[in-house]
């Protein structure tokens, strides 16, 4: 599956690589755009934290496979395959951050729509995306992806504040991806 999904992807100036040493200054100058953000995150890469945060993603274990995004020649946010349930049946877009001058732009949308189709030809039945229930413009944008939202794992982690995180899950069938496209 990894030799299959985990590969570049684009769409017009939209660009997904997978992460390596090169993205990392461009990565820290797209995450140091909005520090705010990181309160709601699990994993913190704001200042400081940037350099262990980005170390932890580029050696990711191979349940998590890291793209940097572009849009046209400069690098804006990250986002990520995870592993969730059995192989190849199902995967999570999640690690998700871009850049705050393209929030609300349709660029997000652009961006799901691109990993949404990618992961459901390679055979997939199920993508998920996990969300802080804290963070309502995350939550609202996956609902207009047309994914359902299952339901509240309560208290099911610790952020890097020592926030205990009620995290909603959310999920797209590829039957329903078909009609949605259709």
């Not at 413009?137 to 939202?149: F, Q």
């Amino acid at each position: 599956m990894t030799d299959t999904l985990y590969v570049p992807l684009a769409d017009g100036d939209l660009r997904l690589e997978p992460l390596a040493e090169r993205h990392r200054e461009r990565l820290r100058a797209a995450t140091a755009a909005d520090t705010d953000i990181w309160e709601i995150y699990p994993v913190d890469y704001a200042g400081e934290a940037f350099d262990p945060g980005f170390d932890k993603l580029l050696h990711a274990a191979p349940q998590r496979r890291v793209y940097a995004i572009y849009s046209g020649k400069r690098v804006v946010g990250m986002t990520a395959w995870i592993e969730r349930g059995e192989l190849g049946w199902a995967i999570e877009i999640g690690n998700s951050y871009i850049a705050p001058d393209l929030r609300g732009t349709g660029f997000n949308t652009c961006l799901k729509h691109l990993m949404l189709g990618h992961a459901f030809a390679c055979g997939l039945t199920r993508v998920e995306f996990r969300v802080d229930e804290r963070n309502q413009r995350s939550g609202a944008a996956v609902l207009k992806l047309g994914a359902k939202k299952e339901g509240v794992l309560r208290a099911e982690r610790i952020t890097w504040t020592g926030h205990v995180r009620d995290t909603g899950v959310f999920s797209i069938l590829a039957e329903e991806w078909a009609a949605i496209k259709g």
